[in-house]
């Protein structure tokens, strides 16, 4: 383990005592439904974070947020007013800023009867104690920790709490692109592995809706005559399904299929709803003119009106060398506190695919350590509380101290350079 220095030591200190605090908290968030839907219990558990965020800045902010339109199970446009984004500021004038994310609602609905916490063991279960209202509390704490401490002058924070992450940020993506452009870096408290690794680089991801239009009539007197919307919709999924590519990192998931009524109808409309993935940023195109050229030949065998709603909202975010650089920087401060930090790729993609799209360096996983997220068996490692908001606190400090001794100006610099600083720094 790295020697720490007498300053660093006191901070991590100041950390030290908080895990009960921090499960208490985590615990209070996530008792309150937040369901990406759910407006009430998003707004509810907003007003927590109001009080707990608002104790360590300077300003807070309701940033109200543009109507998402979607189509309805018929496919008819509805829209969806979110909640307001919460927006907390300190230190504007610091030399550093950091721009920190995360999000108020998870993936459980209203009714959803996944609504609670409980310990087991070592575990602490229930609806986003993983996924990331634990994270919220981690940034919360490193935050608090840095305040009390002699590096609070030394840089200034945003933090973005959206409350449509869990679909895509359909609003909140062009708060957070704004928002980057003021930062020199950024962090993200999704939870890493539950053994503690983080997400490196990041697929990009799309959502999408087809709408299908036929004709109905009486499947008894006048089958033929009808069109029907339910079996071209099923065609199309098969079909839509097939551009899955392993090899290519490709992936096509047919996730909800709504149509169709008595079975004595031959069924006019019928809506397909799905997620795409891809790896690299030229797929995006490459599997937009895919889908358009199965759209048209189900069109035409089905003679059924088909629309395609939706887009790619999130790029995906490479391994670059000036983030693999960071990583490193993370590392370092992981073994002054016995932790082995390792990242790898996943499928997985959050704010941070947004954040890097506007340019901003940021790491994305520094939640707590948890699995199972968006399943009724999401739990988070009690003990990681302590230790990933003491890492936060040290990694802010490095990246006070690359700043200071490398010019690091922010978003498109390569961090080669600050690296090779907070080695000498280090030794």
């Not at 500021?89 to 108020?104: D, K, N, V």
């Not at 990246?399 to 690091?408: F, M, R, S």
């Not at 961090?415 to 000498?424: A, D, H, I, R, T």
């Given at each position: 383990?790295?020697?720490?220095?007498?300053?660093?030591?006191?901070?991590?200190?100041?950390?030290?005592?908080?895990?009960?605090?921090?499960?208490?908290?985590?615990?209070?968030?996530?008792?309150?439904?937040?369901?990406?839907?759910?407006?009430?219990?998003?707004?509810?558990?907003?007003?927590?974070?109001?009080?707990?965020?608002?104790?360590?800045?300077?300003?807070?902010?309701?940033?109200?947020?543009?109507?998402?339109?979607?189509?309805?199970?018929?496919?008819?446009?509805?829209?969806?007013?979110?909640?307001?984004?919460?927006?907390?500021?300190?230190?504007?004038?610091?030399?550093?800023?950091?721009?920190?994310?995360?999000?108020?609602?998870?993936?459980?609905?209203?009714?959803?009867?996944?609504?609670?916490?409980?310990?087991?063991?070592?575990?602490?279960?229930?609806?986003?104690?993983?996924?990331?209202?634990?994270?919220?509390?981690?940034?919360?704490?490193?935050?608090?920790?840095?305040?009390?401490?002699?590096?609070?002058?030394?840089?200034?924070?945003t933090i973005a709490i959206s409350p449509d992450e869990e679909i895509g940020s359909p609003s909140s993506a062009a708060v957070l692109m704004e928002l980057a452009q003021?930062?020199?870096?950024?962090?993200?408290?999704?939870?890493?592995?539950?053994?503690?690794?983080?997400?490196?680089?990041?697929?990009?991801?799309?959502?999408?809706?087809?709408?299908?239009?036929?004709?109905?009539?009486?499947?008894?007197?006048?089958?033929?005559?009808?069109?029907?919307?339910?079996?071209?919709?099923?065609?199309?999924?098969?079909?839509?399904?097939?551009?899955?590519?392993?090899?290519?990192?490709?992936?096509?998931?047919?996730?909800?299929?709504?149509?169709?009524?008595?079975?004595?109808?031959?069924?006019?409309?019928?809506?397909?709803?799905?997620?795409?993935?891809?790896?690299?940023?030229?797929?995006?195109?490459?599997?937009?003119?895919?889908?358009?050229?199965?759209?048209?030949?189900?069109?035409?065998?089905?003679?059924?009106?088909?629309?395609?709603?939706?887009?790619?909202?999130?790029?995906?975010?490479?391994?670059?060398?000036?983030?693999?650089?960071?990583?490193?920087?993370?590392?370092?401060?992981?073994?002054?506190?016995?932790?082995?930090?390792?990242?790898?790729?996943?499928?997985?993609?959050?704010?941070?695919?947004?954040?890097?799209?506007?340019?901003?360096?940021?790491?994305?996983?520094?939640?707590?350590?948890?699995?199972?997220?968006?399943?009724?068996?999401?739990?988070?490692?009690?003990?990681?509380?302590?230790?990933?908001?003491?890492?936060?606190?040290?990694?802010?400090?490095?990246?006070?101290?690359?700043?200071?001794?490398?010019?690091?100006?922010?978003?498109?610099?390569?961090?080669?350079?600050?690296?090779?600083?907070?080695?000498?720094?280090?030794?």
């Amino acid at each position: 383990m790295q020697v720490m220095t007498n300053q660093e030591l006191e901070l991590l200190q100041l950390i030290d005592g908080r895990q009960q605090a921090m499960y208490d908290t985590t615990v209070s968030l996530c008792n309150v439904n937040s369901g990406s839907y759910h407006r009430e219990g998003i707004e509810a558990v907003q007003a927590q974070l109001e009080a707990l965020f608002g104790d360590i800045s300077d300003t807070s902010e309701k940033r109200e947020l543009a109507p998402v339109k979607q189509l309805d199970d018929r496919g008819e446009v509805v829209f969806y007013q979110p909640p307001a984004m919460q927006i907390f500021r300190a230190r504007p004038e610091a030399p550093l800023q950091i721009l920190c994310t995360g999000h108020s609602d998870t993936v459980f609905a209203k009714d959803s009867d996944f609504n609670s916490c409980w310990r087991e063991g070592e575990l602490l279960r229930g609806p986003g104690v993983a996924d990331m209202k634990g994270g919220l509390v981690v940034l919360l704490e490193g935050l608090r920790g840095l305040s009390q401490s002699p590096y609070r002058d030394q840089f200034g924070f945003t933090i973005a709490i959206s409350p449509d992450e869990e679909i895509g940020s359909p609003s909140s993506a062009a708060v957070l692109m704004e928002l980057a452009q003021e930062a020199d870096f950024g962090l993200t408290y999704e939870p890493a592995l539950a053994d503690g690794t983080l997400a490196g680089a990041r697929k990009g991801s799309g959502n999408f809706t087809i709408a299908a239009k036929g004709k109905s009539t009486h499947a008894g007197r006048d089958f033929f005559s009808g069109r029907n919307a339910v079996l071209a919709i099923s065609q199309l999924a098969t079909e839509l399904s097939e551009l899955s590519d392993a090899d290519a990192g490709i992936t096509l998931n047919i996730g909800k299929i709504s149509g169709g009524g008595a079975v004595n109808i031959v069924p006019d409309n019928c809506v397909c709803r799905f997620n795409v993935r891809v790896t690299e940023e030229s797929q995006q195109q490459q599997m937009m003119t895919a889908m358009a050229a199965i759209i048209e030949s189900i069109e035409q065998r089905s003679d059924c009106e088909l629309s395609l709603h939706g887009h790619f909202n999130r790029p995906p975010k490479p391994m670059t060398p000036e983030l693999q650089s960071l990583f490193e920087l993370l590392r370092s401060c992981g073994e002054k506190v016995g932790l082995n930090i390792q990242w790898r790729a996943t499928g997985g993609c959050c704010e941070g695919n947004n954040l890097a799209a506007a340019g901003l360096l940021n790491i994305d996983t520094l939640g707590v350590r948890g699995a199972n997220i968006h399943s009724h068996e999401e739990y988070a490692y009690i003990d990681s509380f302590v230790e990933r908001a003491q890492l936060t606190a040290l990694f802010v400090t490095k990246l006070i101290e690359a700043k200071n001794n490398a010019q690091v100006s922010g978003l498109n610099q390569s961090l080669v350079s600050v690296k090779n600083n907070c080695e000498k720094l280090e030794g």
